[in-house]
């Protein structure tokens, strides 16, 4: 099983968002190998809107009515629902996403999002039976026991172009030591054409994509399985 992570960041507005769908439904519907990936369990999509845009994204992948195409959640609050103004609980995702990106880098970077914080908000989503993907940018940011998916996001390579070789990110998934059970993603700057270097080692599971995943002609050519 392949992952392919689509994380839209704070891109899209609720027209945008149509019209991607709308295209995305086309260009599966032309990709026959894409088809019959997710209906043998051979790949799993998931698309991380942002918040606002969740409920809306969650009833257009409803109406794909394919299998393994998931809807994720960019963040999650530390705190458990109750009087908290403008944040989003984990039981406020209930029923709209099935995992929830932790610890980007983007929120370590320009939240200050510390490591407490960050394990609170893991415990908070899996007490809901909500699946982690906890991003890390290195052997520096602690890998929390019962995560079971981990996305390498090596700063550099992010947005910038730059993306990292895969013998690099398979060095670094040897350094995590990493339970043989646990996946392993790379994030940061996959496009179409780099894929392909990605996609020959079993060792990398899966793939966050943000720039290429704005839009979805990119995205699908993206998931050459
Ligand atoms: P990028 O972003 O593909 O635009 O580099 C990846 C990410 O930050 O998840």
């Known amino acids: 099983m392949k992952y392919f992570v689509a994380n839209w960041k704070a891109h899209k507005n609720l027209a945008e968002t ?131 998916f981990i996305v390498y996001e090596p700063v550099h390579a992010i947005g910038t172009g730059e993306n990292e070789k895969p013998e690099e990110v398979l060095k670094m998934r040897e350094s995590l030591h990493l339970a043989p059970d646990i996946k392993f993603f790379y994030g940061g700057s996959v496009n179409g054409e780099d894929i392909a270097s990605y996609l020959g080692s079993d060792r990398i599971d899966g793939f966050f994509i943000g720039g290429a995943s704005l839009d979805p002609a990119s995205f699908v050519d993206i998931m050459k399985v």
């Open 18 to 148: 149509e019209e991607w769908f709308q295209i995305f439904k086309e260009k599966l519907s032309q990709n026959t190998k894409i088809i019959d990936a997710l209906q043998q369990n051979k790949l799993q999509i998931v698309i991380c809107p942002p918040h606002s845009l969740l409920s809306r994204v969650h009833e257009l992948v409803t109406a794909l009515s394919l299998p393994n195409i998931a809807v994720g959640a960019q963040d999650v609050s530390s705190y458990d629902e109750g009087s908290y103004t403008g944040e989003d609980a984990a039981k406020n995702l209930e029923g709209l996403v099935k995992y929830v990106i932790i610890g980007h880098s983007e929120r370590r970077r320009l939240r200050g999002e510390t490591e407490e914080e960050i394990e609170k908000k893991i415990k908070r989503i899996q007490a809901r039976g909500i699946e982690p993907l906890l991003c890390i940018r290195g052997t520096e940011d602690k890998i929390v026991e019962g995560v079971k």
